[in-house]
């Protein structure tokens, strides 16, 4: 640790957030847009996501640091700690849940950031780069999917607004609602000297940590994702009178499809991952042959060989299914975010923490899309995990035990401290 | 032929439909309520279904027949031909068609059986039954399915009005804009023995006439149709960071149930048909395992035997691949119609009829539902079709040569006044 800090930052070691004023935010906000049964329900720019925002703004406020909002909904604490002109590091995370999602799945990283700041203002200490905490707009991709962040490191790609995984008109109807434009996104852009890093405390949603008996995760690198509507198109027919031989049943080659894909990562790609998460039939009758049947395809790889190699292979697949059951297959590209490694930096800076904390942790790369990923090609990025009970996420069973989310917070503070002097 | 008319009756044998009646009749119907591209859109007790009945009650009261509407709002031409007290042999179909369904479905067999009638009457000749001509409501089931037809044969249930296939909202604007009540539909029964038999003449709605080079289908009954929906239950998790084999993927049991209807029907029950027409999954995201797929089931069969083993096999189908899988299985059951075997006598008459007409006639089961179902077990019930070009149906593509019309009609006509004399 001495050789980081020196011995004259002894009271940078000492600094430890604060577990009530932490847990009772976690609590407030927790119940903003709770489902009832333990998750949350705050889909990005939806009303239960802009009353976490208000709220967030209020906390902010009243811990006297500086509000901000960008042109991307972005809100933020600024704190201003460094010399004149020096860059600003982010923490951060965000507020948005998936649909029905849990309460800790980027809630928690957003109020570990928050606390970090809070506990760095009220030690009046000051620091090579100022500070941030950062709740990033739409990370689950209710609208777009790491939207906020794309905007602020300035890769938001044109055309992911113009056929945006929610459909044109949530997007809309979403940054109408947040007061947002669709060309404002494009000027939340920030440039990158500006900024000295990005770090996020996050949940795992996983099982590596309780497996490995880890209190914290240092990430190696965030997962590339990719995603394609693939349309499965036959006839639709009158279910009664159509032979089965004679059908052209669309239901056949996705679901075949469905089978294959899960079983060719089992086989081929064992650290990659697939979902098909949704199929839609058309007409959709007890009475009728499905013709047409849409699937939403999403896979994951740790690294860029990998990820091109899964990509060719399930979509190779598709058009031999689509071919075994007499269908034509329409294959839509939705987007993709490449993998993304952290900085060095950053991992050594996590690893320094935890070990001056007391804490056991381990490093792996993570299959979950994080805004950091936007971060990659832009500025140094890290993150860490905390463990999740049973490994559940994106439901309301999703848990992580609060002396894990104040080890996270810790971390996420003393590894700040250290990245900044770095 | 002499076998069932005897010499003094060749008066009847050579009797046919006058065609260019028919055709004119045809042509107008196919105007009201066209959809422009060759279809209808006669939705049941809707505004182009109402004028196509009005312009029905013209055609009968033309004709000089007596012209009756009963409690369920079927629409009759009554040719009081048998002695008193005399039973009625119906001859009918139904107007009211599919959304955008074709010209050709239900409308062919309500204008033969008003020719048969009209020409009867012009023979002057007596039977030993009374004739009706009969339009039925909603055979197709925009409100709630054979409605008419299970009115006067005295099966509809009670229960079938409380959640129809079309909501509630729509039967009860409906049978308002038509002057019915609910109550007055269980008064169109008609007491069994008044009833000699319904004969139908219908569009085959698929290919087997056409691969078979037959003029005339005889229907050896109706298939059984029977629905369900089925839950596979698993559990939402994230899609990036849950490992394949840690998931409870519901889309797997619900995909792999798809393909293993199809297999087994196609291996175990030839004459059979099971259809995955819809299929929902929740929470239904990119980056969220589907932790519930409900399916929506349908199959059919010919006979009571193989209906009952049919439904048993795919049941336990759906539970093996649930297990398979580490999922629940959720079974609804829907409602279902046994399968409805037509009379021998109906049979035998309409067999007559075509070899009398030098026809070429196949007998097979169908699996489409037709009004016939409900006089099954009420009193004898049979059934001819005609060629469909490329079995197309409920599409605006649906067609039938008019030469095959015309002997449809006849054969209906023939059919009926053999039947008439068993």
């Known amino acids: 640790m001495a050789d980081e800090f020196g011995p004259m930052n002894e009271k940078l070691a000492a600094l430890r957030v604060n577990t009530e004023r932490f847990r ?24 239960a996501h802009l ?10 406020e009243a811990a006297d640091l500086e509000f901000r909002i960008d042109n991307a909904g972005n809100h933020s604490a600024f704190l201003a700690c460094g010399p004149q002109g020096a860059p600003t590091l982010l923490l951060g995370s965000h507020l948005d849940s998936v649909p029905h999602g849990g309460r800790f799945d980027g809630a928690l990283g957003v109020l570990a950031a928050l606390e970090a700041i809070r506990v760095v203002r009220e030690a009046k200490i000051s620091l090579p780069v100022h500070l941030e905490a950062i709740d990033f707009t739409d990370e689950e991709g209710t609208l777009v999917g790491m939207l906020g962040s794309a ?27 947040a007061g947002l434009t669709e060309q404002g996104l494009f000027d939340a852009r ?3 000297a500006s900024l000295a890093g990005y770090l996020e405390l996050h949940i795992e949603q996983g099982l590596r940590l309780l497996q490995a008996g880890a209190d914290v995760g240092i990430v190696t690198g965030i997962a590339g994702i990719n995603s394609y509507r693939l349309a499965f198109v036959g006839r639709p027919d009158h279910a009664g009178t159509t032979p089965m031989r004679d059908r052209r049943d669309a239901a056949l080659g996705a679901s075949a499809f469905t089978l294959a894909a899960r079983e060719l ?15 839609r039939f058309t007409p959709g009758a007890f009475n009728i042959v499905p013709g047409r049947v849409e699937l939403a395809l999403e896979f994951r790889a740790p690294d860029a ?31 993709k975010c490449d993998p993304a490694p952290t900085s060095q930096a950053a991992r050594r800076a996590f ?24 971060f990659a090609s832009v500025c140094p990025m890290g993150m860490i995990f905390v463990p999740s009970v049973d490994g559940a996420s994106h439901s309301p069973r999703e848990f992580t035990r609060w ?8 971390v996420l503070l003393q590894g700040a401290l250290r990245f900044a002097h770095v």
Chains 1, 2 share one sequence.
């Open 265 to 279: 990562v089992l086989r081929d790609f064992p650290a990659c991952v697939a979902n098909v998460g949704e199929m």
């Open 151 to 177: 905007a602020l490191a300035g890769v938001l790609q044109p055309e992911a607004l113009q056929d945006p995984r929610g459909g044109r008109a949530a997007l809309e109807a979403g940054l109408a609602r």
């Open 51 to 60: 009353a976490a925002r208000a709220w967030l703004r209020e906390r902010i």
């Open 190 to 192: 920030r440039d990158p």
């Open 305 to 335: 060989e990998k990820f091109r190699r899964l990509e060719r292979a399930l979509l190779e697949r598709a058009r031999e299914e689509a071919g075994r059951f007499d269908l034509e297959l329409e294959i839509e590209w939705l987007g």
């Open 351 to 374: 690893a320094g923490a935890a070990a001056a904390l007391g804490l056991k942790h381990v490093s792996f790369a993570t299959g979950a899309g994080h805004d950091g990923q936007s």
């Open 24 to 47: 009772a935010d976690f609590e407030t906000l927790s119940g903003i847009g709770a489902s009832g049964d333990g998750g949350v329900h705050r889909l990005a720019l939806g009303e």
């Open 403 to 410: 002396e894990d989310c104040v080890n996270g917070a810790n």
